[in-house]
């Protein structure tokens, strides 16, 4: 990746690599807008609507009311929303001619030409108040992308802070704007892009991976990526196939793909459109993408996609539980589609959409449980096609039907999926788990691939989901050893046996020895005295190390253990802290149906269905619940970045096991450093035996030892250690800033320290009472405390109460010491006023210190903030090599210091003149300019105020956007040059490059709102 030590490099470096990929750069000044409070291109877009609805008889009048509509539509969400809808299918409007309502497409996402793609940058845009954007997309004369840069060589910024311009700032500022804007890209050392959602403060971020040669491996470049991702056509895909947005309990927001979900769901479509046109002997294909990677969006944006593209094919998602089924029907209502699902609620309905149309089957997209494909409840049906089928096009002979089939596993599935395969004999079928193909036994999986030549379509391993950190690692920690566990003799009965734990309202019996030693197992998990000790063990963990920050999870081996646990809970915690969601039978025993009366009398008016909907959406959602004791459901699918730490009090194996473990591998707020484990049953000692079934490689990484928790927290205690190798090991001021020193010295050794720290103190959390932190204790009270110390100098601030609560290890332990609350005391962030430099003196003790301050101060006054008035401006070549003399290893601090307080008072002095002068910004702004380029004469003032009295009249609201007053100002400017020429004898060279200066100061500072 190429190195920058200036934002304009940065914003350079994208504009060229996006007009390699197809944008037409045109200068914000040149671009044909109306007025600075209007963000479209009208002539641009007309002329696109004409262009792109040749095949429709449309009048000027008509595309008038077409760029009307865009105009009228609501700001917010929901004008958001509408506008991408317009973006997709098109404006609808009423044709005069034919007197039929036509959609007018704005973008034509068949034909690329048909499109105008152009990238600006630094375009004004009138709102609240004015802004100034780094980067902007447009389309067709509609602004789609907003790019905001940072330079990663400041002290102290990066990515996130032009994140946080777009999502906290723009969007409010400007709200016409981002109407039409869906996505935004952060750039800095990395480019992360997000989707536009006016009103929400916080979206997911994702970095963008582009591959290069075989499958799977990427050309590590952020910025080259992003600008690979924003190629026209890529671009114009994911705008109308992996874009929509999402509402699920009045909670709105949008959806963007990932890059892994976008290259999978591509692989799809390519295959079934080669299968179509008789391309390639493969039509089916398996996708493995890790548990929480994503892999339900993807099947909905693969079948999005085809649907569009297949003209009215056929389409069914198949899967084995009716947990499963909820949750994708629940997905696909969320999302903002054209086209929903139809539920196979019966075989009935099964056999009524095969049999329509004369058997050629219903179009379509459906989604059913594999169970209703039982031959012996379509025996008849399989007949009947049959014989069709040797005279007429049926469904098994048709070749536009897709087959989605979801973490199909289980044993009695094989028969089921013959079923299914010998109805839609000509369909393409592709497979998703969330886990591997198993290498021992029969898995149903390996019917949907080709090997050894190709096993997977396409794969997204668990590494790859935690470096992406779309998954953070899960680590286990067996609990109560001796007193809880399973002997072994039932431990090896359960992971010897061929079929894996059933669900017990479907279970059937098991003959011989090994149903008794199940039952023994079952018994002993059931016991009432076992599960009140674990009860009260899992209590005082979860108060302990839980509480307050994350929530967790009970998994109990049967509906009767997760009553008992419910009450043995009640026991030690308050009863609102937990609830139990599972299946409740016709005919349950005394003890199960006297649980189902009371949840009745807790939750009036609702059934048993609502119930549970309504306790899964407030453990997501409220404080409480904050555990849920389960046996069966939610453990596959379930979705809750809240959830840390399950409680393993059922013996699980294979792919069963790597389902529900992974319920607790989601991100959430990034402060979950790994999800947690803790296992009652002694399974995980057991770990390879349980997962024998998979080859090594494919599950390496999947979970690991508690230990290694313990090796993680040593190894970035000794890797941040070896940044202050050399630094003394105390608390002296001198000290902390010499350390200080050493992580600014660069910006990569900044990242390092933030990240590693980042990560230290969510181990330290993790780890609970450990002899470890008790031997490393006095080392990471030190890190902290320059942590502490960085966080008051270089980002001026300290950490926010919302973050610091869920480090209260942290704080009780390290922050809490006498040593680091001596740093939060006594050094103060000193606020930046007219009495700076006295606080500076009264409040600091050392000059090593007071010079840093300064500079700090400096470089976010002037280099962040620069274009906020002309004095910061003007000073930008001075404050940027005072940063680069502190990023030196041998420094000057008297000469710092110096520096810093001459540039200070410089600011004070020239703000002082430009109020006795009473000129404005703009006035400033030119001033200087030709002070630095003249230097100081007495009769520039007047020169100044001359010209200033020619263009103020031309400086209208909107000016720059309006070329016959851009011309104007443009040639006042110019005429004020060559004077300036002749009379001082500057050459042509000079002359022009003074021009370009003056006319960017004048369009700069005569908005009103400069780039923030």
Known sequence: MPKFDEKSLVEDFLIDELQKQGWKFVPAKALEREELEEPLLIPDLANAIRRINRDVEITDEEIQRVITMLKLTSTGLEGNRRILQFLKIGVPIKLEKSKTVARIRLIDCDVLENNEFIVTRQAVYYGKEPI??????????????????????????????????????????????????????????????????????????????????????????????????????????????????????????????????????????DRVLKALKGEGDKKNGLIWHWQGSGKTLTMIFAAQKLFHLMGNPSIFFIVDRIELEEQLLTEFNALDLVIKPELIDSIDTLRKILRHDGYRGKRGIFLTLIHKFRPSELEDLYRELEARSERQETVQTREDIV??????????????????????????????????????????????????????????????????????????????????????????????AELEEIPEDTRRAVEGELAKRLDATKLFLENPRRIRKVAEDIAGHFLENIDGRFKGMVVAVSRKACVRFKRALDEYLPPSYSEVVMTFLHRDKPEIEGYRKELMKRFPKLDLDRIRDEIIAKFKETEEPKILIVTDMLLTGFDAPILQTMYLVKPLKGHRLLQAIA??????????????????????????????????????????????????????????????????????????????????????????????????????????????????????????????????QALRREEPAEISRYFEKTLRYIHHSTEVEKIQQELPVVEFDQDYLKKLETQLETLEEKAANIVFTLNRMVLVERNQTPVYMSLLDRVEKLVKAWREKTKDYERLYREGVEILHEIQRLGNRQKELGFSDM??????????????????????????????????????????????????????????????????????????????????????????
């Open 923 to 1012: 006035e400033y702004a030119v001033l200087l300019v030709l002070e630095e380029k003249l230097g100081p004469r007495d009769e520039l003032v007047a020169r100044v105020r001359k010209l200033s009295n020619k263009i103020r009249p031309l400086l209208l609201p909107g000016w720059v956007a309006q070329s016959s007053l851009h011309k104007k100002v443009e040639q006042e400017v110019r005429s004020f040059v060559r004077k300036l020429k002749t009379d001082y004898g500057i050459r042509l060279d000079e002359m022009n490059r003074l021009y370009d200066l003056l006319m960017e100061r004048i369009e700069n500072f005569s908005l009103g709102g400069p780039e923030p």
């Open 132 to 269: 100034r954007t780094d980067i902007m997309l447009y389309v067709n004369g509609i602004p789609l992308v907003d790019i905001e840069c940072k330079n990663p060589a400041s002290l102290g910024q990066t990515w996130k802070d032009a994140y946080r311009q777009i999502v906290k700032d723009y969007i409010n500022l400007a709200p016409e704007l981002y109407k039409y804007v869906q996505f935004g890209v952060a750039a800095g050392e990395i480019a992360r892009y997000f989707p536009i959602v006016p009103g929400k403060e916080e979206v997911h971020t994702y970095e963008w991976k582009e591959e290069s040669g075989g499958k799977g491996s990427p050309v590590r470049d952020p910025l080259l990526d992003v600008t690979y991702m924003l190629a026209p056509e890529k671009f114009l895909d994911i705008l109308r196939n992996f874009l929509f947005f999402r509402e699920e309990r009045g909670e709105k927001t949008k959806v963007i793909a990932r890059y892994m979900q976008y290259r999978a769901a591509n692989r799809i479509v």
């Open 403 to 496: 087959l989605f089939v979801d973490e199909g596993h289980r044993t009695q599935y094989g028969v089921l999926a013959a079923q299914m395969r010998a109805i839609f004999k000509n369909s393409c079928a592709f497979a998703f788990t969330g886990t591997p193909i198993a290498i021992k036994g029969r898995d149903t999986f390996r019917e949907f691939s080709y090997p050894p030549e190709e096993l997977y379509l396409d794969k997204y391993f668990v590494t790859d989901s935690l470096r992406d950190g779309y998954t953070v690692k899960i680590v286990y920690q067996p609990r109560l050893e001796r007193d809880v566990q399973l002997k072994r003799e039932l431990l090896e009965a359960f992971l010897e």
């Open 663 to 792: 319920r607790v591998n989601r991100p959430y707020r990034d402060v979950k450093e790994a999800g947690l484990i803790l296992d009652y049953v002694g399974i995980l000692k057991h770990l390879k035996k349980a997962l024998e079934m998979y080859d090594e490689h494919d599950i390496r990484n999947v979970l690991r030892d508690y230990s290694s928790l313990k090796e993680e927290f040593v190894l970035l205690i000794r890797e941040l250690l070896a940044i202050f190798e050399g630094i003394p090991f105390n608390y002296d001021r001198r000290t902390l800033l010499q350390a200080f020193e050493r992580i600014t010295q660069n910006e990569d050794r900044e990242t390092e320290f933030r990240e590693r720290y980042w990560s230290l103190r969510k181990v330290f959390e993790l780890l609970g009472p450990d002899e470890v932190k008790l031997e490393y204790f006095e080392r990471f009270k030190w890190l902290s405390a320059i942590y502490a110390y960085y966080l008051k």
